[in-house]
Structure formats: structure tokens, C-alpha cells
């Protein structure tokens, strides 16, 4: 089956976005790699912003589905904690230009961004997690945290590697395939971390 132009200049752009990030990626070379014109490329999307924007929400209602469906499923708390950040750190991995993107999207709209987000029809909900989280406190089987805390250091611990990404890569002298290695192997510190920190 035929795809689309805007399918083919979506494929396009997430992957010059994926290996150049936003500010260096250029909308000839988007063009080029969709097999269109530049111009077309500005028939449907007037700017490198727009188009973004479109690949962000792609994966921002991806990543929702799948993260909302951990955070309901019937598992124990470091299953679901371990299935989290496999997922967090899949989406990151396959998109690195996105939580700099949201970043930057905070500050120049801040609540307006926030307000952009939370209106979409698939959004996180992380309040099943936040619950679980409470019930295993109360019960005695993980130490006494604060899950807003908790979910907090999850989102941290996953995201700041990719937004410090070029001081780190300068200060640590590493190129981009070891970085990429290095953030693979980085979800099991991730999870061997948060579950030590919680462990009674």
C-alpha cells in the first residue's frame, strides 16, 4: 500500500530530527529524504516548528497509550516501575530530540504548552502508579517515599541524560555511538537505582 506525501514527510522528519535534533535540522534536507520539493514540503507544513510539532504528538499519543497501559496493568510495583522505564527509555532512545524540544516548548509558552498537552485525548496518567505506590507505603513493603517523588526521579533519571546530552557528550569526550550505547545500558542502572532507594 501507497503512502501518503504527509506520511512520507512525517518518515522524513523524525528521522533527520533523530540524528541532526531540531536546531540542526533542515527542512531541504527533510525534503529531500521524503523524495519531494521544498515547496511541497511548505504546502503542508508552513514550518520546521509545524512540522515538529505533528512528529512530536505522533509520538507523544504513542508513548501515552503504551505508558498508560503499565501504569493500569496488574503488576507488583517494581514490575510496573521496570516496565515504565523500558518504555520511557525505548521512546527516548528512538526520538532523543524530543525532551529538549519540550523544554524549550515550556519556556517560550509555559502553561499554554501544558494546556496543549493535557488536552489531547490520549494523555500519561500516572495516578494508578501514584496509588499502588501509596498501598505498597501503607503496607509496609517498600520504605516510606513520597510518590510524587518517586514518579519524579522515574521521569528524571530517564529524561536529563538526553537534555544535557551535548554538555555531557563535550565534557565526557564521547561520540554519539557511545552515548547511545551508554543510554541502552542505562535503564538498568535506572531500575536497580529506584529499586534500592524504596526497598524496606
Known amino acids: 500500500m501507497e503512502i501518503s506525501t504527509e506520511e512520507k514527510i512525517l518518515n522524513a522528519a523524525r528521522e533527520v530530527f533523530t540524528q541532526k535534533g531540531f536546531a540542526a535540522a533542515r527542512m531541504q534536507e527533510i525534503a ?17 516548528n509545524k512540522l515538529f510539532h505533528a ?4 509520538v507523544f499519543d504513542q508513548f501515552s497509550l503504551r505508558i498508560n497501559e503499565v501504569f493500569g496493568a496488574d503488576l507488583p510495583l ?27 516548548e515550556l519556556n517560550q509558552k509555559g502553561e499554554a504548552f501544558v494546556k496543549e498537552l493535557m488536552s489531547r485525548k490520549t494523555k500519561p496518567n500516572p495516578l494508578p502508579l501514584i496509588g499502588q505506590i501509596q498501598m ?4 509496609g ?3 516510606a517515599v513520597n510518590p510524587f517523588h518517586l514518579v519524579l526521579n522515574m521521569l528524571s533519571l530517564c529524561a536529563f541524560p538526553f537534555i544535557a546530552r551535548p554538555l555531557f557528550q563535550g565534557i565526557a569526550q564521547v561520540d554519539d555511538e557511545t552515548y547511545l550505547k551508554l543510554m541502552e545500558s542505562r535503564r538498568q542502572e535506572i531500575i536497580d537505582f529506584i529499586h534500592n532507594a524504596i526497598r524496606a
Open 55 to 58: 512528529v512530536f504528538y505522533e
Open 136 to 139: 505498597e507505603v501503607q503496607a
Open 141 to 143: 513493603r517498600i520504605r
Open 78 to 104: 517494581f514490575e510496573k516501575i521496570e516496565a515504565f522505564v523500558d518504555q520511557y527509555m525505548d521512546t527516548l532512545i528512538a526520538n532523543p530530540a524530543l525532551p529538549s524540544f519540550m523544554i524549550n
Open 32 to 48: 529531500d529524504k521524503a523524495g519531494i520539493n521544498k515547496g511541497l514540503l511548505h504546502y503542508y507544513f508552513r514550518s520546521k
